[in-house]
């Protein structure tokens, strides 16, 4: 009998919209040498027929560094390339239903945006991260309303509740300028997208980010 893997603590780096592997892979491999653990690879724009392609270049970069690999959205994708898991929205699939389709080993995660009920269901769904935000103002998502940052606390009280192992994710305008009080919270991992891939320096921006766990 095989034993999931644990989703890891620390920077949890999320892919930008771009189209070239090569600023990519490279962008990767910097930020993997910051401290990175995982990434999301996430592609609002990929035209279908691309998105295979690219994530199994993606799963390349990542597994050649040492970080693990979740899709977003896109179970199917992670299935076929071999990732390491997958992260999903409220209007996606359900947990289960991805749990079903890739089998125990996989990595799922979700969004929960600013409600701690939605987290307890999907924690009885045997999730193995729960995700709040946007904890800033966010250029990735410039509409959504940012939720408190005691959400944070609610939710590793609720983890710890009902005895999972699931990490508590804050994503959502994080720099390394205000990562701190998100990890003093609660946070087990820092979801960033801006504040690393288009940071100037992104090792360096992933070594500052990484400083905040201590």
């Known amino acids: 009998m095989t034993t999931r893997p644990v989703f890891p603590s620390g920077l949890y780096g999320v892919t930008p919209d771009w189209d070239d592997l090569d600023q990519l892979s490279q962008a990767i ?7 990175m653990k995982v990434l999301q690879w ?6 279908a027929p691309r998105m295979i392609g690219m994530a199994r270049e993606v799963k390349r970069t990542c597994q050649a560094n040492g970080v693990l690999l ?12 071999g990732a390491d898991g997958v992260h999903v929205g409220r209007d996606d699939d359900s947990p289960n239903a991805v749990r079903l389709a890739l089998g ?15 987290a307890k269901e999907m924690l009885a769904q045997g999730v193995d991260y729960i995700a709040f935000g946007t904890m800033f103002a966010s250029a990735t998502k410039p509409h959504a309303i940012p939720t408190d940052h005691q959400i944070l606390t609610q939710a ?39 504040g690393l891939f288009l940071a100037p320096d992104i090792e360096a921006s992933a070594r500052a980010l990484t400083h905040a766990f201590g």
């Not at 979740?70 to 390339?81: P, Q, T, Y």
């Not at 125990?104 to 939605?118: F, M, T």
């Open 104 to 118: 125990p080993d996989a990595l799922i995660g979700v969004s929960c945006y600013g409600d701690i009920n939605h």
């Open 29 to 35: 491999e910097a930020a993997a040498r910051g401290g």
């Open 70 to 81: 979740m899709i977003n959205d896109h179970w199917r994708v992670a299935e076929a390339v």
């Open 156 to 194: 590793r009280a609720l983890v710890a509740q009902t005895g999972s192992n699931a990490k508590v994710v804050a994503i959502g305008g994080i720099t390394a300028q205000n990562a701190e009080p998100l990890v003093a919270a609660g946070a087990d991992s820092l979801a960033v997208v801006g």
């Open 42 to 47: 996430r592609h609002k724009t990929c035209p």
